[in-house]
């Protein structure tokens, strides 16, 4: 059931309607919190949407065993340069 949000989340998200698709994304997510794809495309879209705050915070979820791990990983750098908050 998990993917059937993470696809409307996706295909809304591509059409322009951010936030209506990271509403469709957030439901997948709470079906399968550790779904990594799941995970990139909603830290994706808050980027899209200039929340980089928040895609730091789902960046951060993505599991270490994940192959999208490092890919996350140099997201969260890049957002938190985007917002002047490098650690």
Do not use: W
Not at 60 to 82: C, F, H, W
């Amino acid at each position: 059931a998990s993917e059937v949000f993470y696809s409307l989340g996706t295909a809304i998200g591509r059409e322009g309607n951010e936030e209506l698709g990271a509403a469709y994304l957030q439901l997948g997510r709470r079906l399968d919190p550790k779904s990594d794809i799941a995970l990139v495309s909603l830290a994706t879209l808050f980027e899209q949407m200039g929340q980089n705050k928040q895609a730091v915070a789902v960046f951060e979820d993505v599991p270490k065993t994940s192959p999208l791990y490092r890919s996350a990983q140099i997201q969260i750098g890049m957002n938190l340069n985007a917002m002047d908050d490098l650690k």
